[in-house]
């Protein structure tokens, strides 16, 4: 009986439980499935796709369609961007709408759930982003999708929304963008042309070649860290398959001496294979192959994007694109002529002489050039979608925005430019950089010395003296070269190395106002020293650092001795990116120590390079004084002295503590360079390169 009772009441139990647990369940499901769906009312007749076009905004500039007020205050500086659920479609009559989400606008949507713009709030969103894929026009029911983006619950006739798309069109007509209807949304679009592309407002983006992408970083870094500094086999290769019949044959007649290869589909189906397009059976690898030409052909097919474009800059193989109208992907911000040729559809049986022309250290520069894009900005879908935001937040807070040097300016450690045995051709010229306070006089002497010297491109003055006006235009000397005041917001040694756009050429001289007694000379044979050694510091005035066994301390050293560890920058070649690296990456406080001290700032300049080069300064000529000889004794100069001498060593103490080194990164050496011909008896005078070259 007991036993009766006991089970009965456990399946009374069992029931109830059932029916509490079934209850809470249903509900569950119920509420979820109202959160992750959406009914779409499906409309799709033959008049839909005649009014396709129509009902997409052409004329939306950021200006007129975007509305920035939606985007908050500027006090974090961020945009905000939502991202609506990966909904369930339903049509009115209960069936599910199935659409396509590749793996690719996965890792999309990943990229922007994980960056500082999401939110998961709509209501503060500056940006939404459908969560459909709509990458692949192909795979795109246009009717199908246009229906269900005006359902979205934010849609408002697209206002504010960012769609994102690589190959837009579909065949025969292939349209160069999205072809939906889609209100104001914008495009961020792989294959505008300059009819389609509504500047200012949609975004060019590149097509991503799924087929290629590099897994992991550590593999695309292999990639990227091929020797640089050599031509290559081949000067072009043409390896994009099934081109136009026309421009094969256009290609395939142009006259070459065996470095241009010309490249199409095997006749197997293997996307790693290319064969020779005349010998068909000379099969290569793509896209290695690539690794051996300097440059790679990107030629429009029935899209306008390629995504060759990606391969060839993955492979540091220079793009020639050849595609009438197209816009280059971010090319609101990348100067793309820094690393790649355009050429006109007409001009292609001509190309081989336009890239002939092109001398070797502009290719390398290219290609340097070109990785830094790659893997900055294109490399992966999580690259390129982060980009766009970066510059969607850029229109949004302008004041914020990057400037044109932070967009195209190479910011990967100045190591791996420097690790390439690069020369300097002669021909680039040099800016003279000099820092002046008031001495006028010798201001001006030190500006008639260099207008004499054949290299010198341009005179950059930086005026740093905020209680004096510069002299007038008309005070200044007349000289036949580019001269160019700038004037600072503040009395700093810094500015001396700032990064200032006017810096055009590669190499800087940087000379103290004072240093009037070199001669043309010296100074074009120390530019020409330099332009061999273009990762060094090359200077006339040195200096040595000692560890002083009595102190404990590193200790400054300025008497003549047979070694050198440093040359001061108050006269001194050296690359213009080092004023980036000390502008924007020297140790933390190491700036702020100089400014404050307003001392040091060479000795820093001296410990930077040294880091990131591993090597010694080059000191030029024999000349060893070179404060002014006739300028008066101002007495007291040996206390002066002694103070000025024990700032020094305490700064090289300092710098060395700031840059986390147990010893100077310093390296001392026991030679010097000098003209070939220089004190030789042999020789006259007048047939020396370098006559005036000062002794002592
Ligand atoms: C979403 O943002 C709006 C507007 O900023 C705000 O009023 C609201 O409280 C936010 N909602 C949540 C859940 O944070
Ligand atoms: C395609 O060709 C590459 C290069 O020859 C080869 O490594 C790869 O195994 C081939 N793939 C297939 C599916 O045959
Ligand atoms: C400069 O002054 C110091 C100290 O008064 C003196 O020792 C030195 O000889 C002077 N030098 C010249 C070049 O006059
Ligand atoms: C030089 O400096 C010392 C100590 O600072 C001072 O006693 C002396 O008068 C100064 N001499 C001159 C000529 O200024
Ligand atoms: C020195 O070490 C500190 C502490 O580990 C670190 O924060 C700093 O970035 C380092 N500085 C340099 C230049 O490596």
């Given at each position: 009986?007991v036993?009766?009772?006991?089970l009965?009441?456990i399946?009374?139990?069992?029931?109830?439980?059932?029916?509490?647990?079934?209850?809470f369940?249903?509900?569950?499901?119920?509420?979820?499935a109202e959160?992750?769906?959406?009914?779409?009312?499906v409309v799709?007749?033959?008049?839909?796709?005649?009014k396709?076009?129509?009902?997409?905004d052409?004329?939306?500039?950021?200006?007129?369609?975007?509305d920035?007020?939606?985007c908050?205050?500027?006090?974090?500086?961020l945009?905000k961007v939502y991202i609506?659920k990966?909904?369930?479609?339903y049509?009115?009559?209960?069936?599910?709408i199935k659409?396509f989400?590749s793996?690719q606008?996965?890792?999309l949507?990943?990229?922007?759930e994980?960056s500082?713009?999401?939110?998961?709030?709509a209501?503060?969103?500056?940006?939404l982003?459908?969560?459909?894929d709509?990458?692949?026009q192909?795979?795109?029911?246009?009717?199908?999708?246009?229906?269900?983006?005006?359902h979205?619950p934010?849609?408002n006739?697209g206002?504010?929304?960012?769609l994102f798309?690589?190959?837009?069109g579909?065949?025969p007509?292939?349209f160069?963008?999205?072809e939906?209807?889609?209100g104001?949304?914008?495009?961020?679009?792989?294959?505008?042309?300059?009819?389609?592309y509504r500047?200012?407002?949609?975004i060019s983006?590149?097509?991503?070649?799924f087929?290629?992408?590099r897994?992991t970083?550590?593999?695309l870094?292999?990639?990227l860290?091929?020797e640089?500094s050599?031509?290559?086999?081949?000067?072009?290769?043409s390896?994009q398959?099934?081109?136009h019949?026309d421009?094969?044959?256009?290609?395939?007649?142009?006259?070459?001496g065996?470095?241009?290869?010309l490249?199409?589909a095997?006749?197997g189906?293997n996307y790693s294979k290319?064969c020779?397009?005349?010998?068909?059976?000379v099969?290569y690898?793509?896209p290695?192959?690539?690794?051996?030409?300097?440059?790679?052909?990107?030629?429009r097919?029935?899209?306008l994007?390629?995504?060759?474009?990606?391969d060839?800059?993955m492979?540091g193989s220079?793009p020639?694109?050849v595609?009438?109208?197209?816009v280059?992907p971010f090319?609101?911000?990348l100067?793309?002529k820094r690393a790649l040729?355009?050429l006109?559809e007409?001009?292609l049986?001509s190309i081989?002489?336009?890239?002939?022309?092109?001398?070797?250290h502009?290719?390398?520069?290219?290609?340097?050039?070109?990785?830094f894009?790659?893997k900055?900005?294109?490399?992966?879908?999580?690259?390129?979608?982060?980009?766009t935001f970066?510059i969607?937040?850029d229109?949004v807070?302008p004041?914020?925005a990057?400037?044109?040097?932070m967009?195209n300016e190479i910011q990967?450690?100045i190591k791996?430019?420097?690790t390439?045995?690069?020369t300097?051709?002669?021909?680039?010229?040099?800016?003279?950089?000099i820092?002046?306070?008031?001495?006028?006089g010798?201001?001006?002497?030190?500006?008639q010395?260099?207008?004499?010297?054949?290299?010198?491109?341009?005179?950059v003055?930086?005026w740093?003296?905020q209680?004096?006006s510069?002299p007038?235009?008309s005070?200044?000397?007349k000289v036949?070269?580019?001269l160019?005041v700038i004037?600072?917001?503040r009395?700093?040694?810094?500015n001396r190395?700032?990064p200032?756009?006017?810096?055009?050429?590669?190499a800087v001289?940087s000379?103290?106002?004072?240093?009037?007694?070199?001669t043309?000379?010296e100074?074009q044979?120390?530019?020409?020293?330099?332009?061999?050694?273009p990762?060094r510091?090359v200077?006339f005035a040195?200096r040595?650092?000692n560890w002083?066994?009595?102190?404990?301390?590193?200790?400054?050293?300025s008497?003549?001795?047979?070694s050198?560890?440093?040359?001061?920058?108050?006269?001194?070649?050296y690359?213009?990116?080092y004023?980036?690296?000390?502008?924007?990456?020297l140790?933390?406080?190491m700036?702020?120590?100089?400014d404050a001290?307003?001392?040091?700032e060479?000795?820093a300049?001296n410990?930077?390079?040294?880091?990131?080069?591993?090597?010694?300064?080059?000191k030029?000529?024999p000349r060893?004084k070179?404060?002014?000889?006739?300028?008066?004794?101002?007495?007291?100069?040996?206390?002066?002295?002694d103070?000025?001498?024990?700032k020094?060593s305490?700064c090289?103490?300092?710098?060395?503590?700031?840059?986390?080194?147990?010893?100077?990164?310093l390296?001392?050496?026991?030679?010097?360079s000098?003209?070939?011909l220089?004190?030789?008896?042999?020789?006259?005078n007048?047939?020396?390169?370098?006559?005036?070259?000062?002794?002592?």
């Amino acid at each position: 009986m007991v036993t009766t009772n006991i089970l009965y009441l456990i399946l009374f139990s069992v029931v109830i439980i059932y029916f509490v647990s079934s209850y809470f369940f249903k509900n569950y499901l119920k509420s979820n499935a109202e959160e992750s769906s959406l009914i779409v009312h499906v409309v799709v007749n033959e008049d839909e796709s005649t009014k396709s076009k129509e009902d997409t905004d052409k004329s939306c500039t950021f200006h007129t369609c975007f509305d920035v007020y939606r985007c908050g205050t500027s006090d974090n500086r961020l945009i905000k961007v939502y991202i609506y659920k990966d909904y369930k479609y339903y049509a009115k009559d209960g069936s599910q709408i199935k659409l396509f989400t590749s793996k690719q606008f996965k890792r999309l949507i990943h990229a922007l759930e994980n960056s500082p713009y999401y939110t998961n709030n709509a209501s503060e969103a500056c940006l939404l982003v459908p969560q459909i894929d709509l990458l692949n026009q192909e795979y795109v029911d246009s009717n199908l999708i246009a229906s269900v983006l005006e359902h979205l619950p934010f849609w408002n006739k697209g206002a504010n929304h960012l769609l994102f798309n690589m190959l837009p069109g579909k065949y025969p007509d292939f349209f160069t963008s999205l072809e939906i209807r889609r209100g104001m949304a914008l495009v961020a679009g792989g294959g505008f042309s300059t009819w389609s592309y509504r500047k200012t407002y949609d975004i060019s983006i590149p097509v991503f070649n799924f087929h290629t992408a590099r897994a992991t970083d550590d593999e695309l870094h292999n990639d990227l860290l091929m020797e640089s500094s050599e031509r290559r086999r081949w000067l072009l290769t043409s390896s994009q398959v099934h081109l136009h019949r026309d421009y094969m044959e256009v290609l395939n007649g142009v006259q070459h001496g065996g470095r241009f290869l010309l490249l199409d589909a095997c006749s197997g189906v293997n996307y790693s294979k290319r064969c020779d397009y005349n010998d068909g059976r000379v099969e290569y690898v793509y896209p290695d192959v690539l690794k051996y030409s300097d440059f790679c052909l990107v030629v429009r097919s029935n899209r306008l994007g390629q995504m060759e474009l990606l391969d060839c800059l993955m492979h540091g193989s220079i793009p020639v694109v050849v595609a009438d109208s197209y816009v280059l992907p971010f090319s609101e911000v990348l100067e793309w002529k820094r690393a790649l040729i355009t050429l006109d559809e007409a001009d292609l049986p001509s190309i081989l002489n336009h890239l002939k022309a092109i001398n070797r250290h502009k290719v390398i520069q290219m290609r340097v050039q070109g990785m830094f894009y790659y893997k900055k900005y294109l490399k992966s879908m999580e690259e390129i979608a982060l980009t766009t935001f970066h510059i969607l937040n850029d229109r949004v807070f302008p004041q914020w925005a990057r400037t044109y040097e932070m967009w195209n300016e190479i910011q990967v450690p100045i190591k791996n430019l420097f690790t390439l045995p690069l020369t300097v051709p002669k021909t680039s010229g040099f800016t003279a950089v000099i820092l002046t306070y008031d001495r006028v006089g010798s201001l001006f002497e030190v500006i008639q010395l260099l207008a004499k010297v054949d290299s010198l491109l341009k005179i950059v003055v930086v005026w740093n003296n905020q209680v004096k006006s510069p002299p007038p235009a008309s005070a200044w000397p007349k000289v036949n070269k580019l001269l160019k005041v700038i004037r600072t917001k503040r009395n700093i040694l810094s500015n001396r190395f700032y990064p200032y756009p006017d810096i055009e050429t590669e190499a800087v001289l940087s000379l103290d106002d004072d240093i009037n007694m070199l001669t043309a000379d010296e100074i074009q044979f120390a530019y020409e020293v330099w332009c061999e050694y273009p990762d060094r510091i090359v200077g006339f005035a040195s200096r040595l650092h000692n560890w002083d066994a009595r102190t404990k301390m590193w200790k400054y050293e300025s008497e003549w001795t047979s070694s050198i560890s440093m040359v001061l920058t108050g006269a001194a070649f050296y690359h213009k990116y080092y004023h980036q690296v000390y502008t924007h990456n020297l140790p933390a406080g190491m700036k702020e120590w100089v400014d404050a001290q307003m001392n040091c700032e060479d000795i820093a300049f001296n410990f930077m390079v040294a880091v990131i080069t591993k090597k010694p300064v080059i000191k030029v000529t024999p000349r060893q004084k070179f404060k002014c000889p006739q300028c008066q004794n101002t007495s007291n100069l040996s206390n002066e002295l002694d103070a000025h001498m024990f700032k020094r060593s305490e700064c090289i103490n300092k710098f060395t503590k700031m840059y986390n080194l147990t010893e100077p990164p310093l390296i001392t050496i026991e030679y010097r360079s000098d003209p070939v011909l220089y004190k030789s008896n042999q020789v006259p005078n007048e047939f020396l390169k370098f006559k005036d070259v000062g002794a002592l």
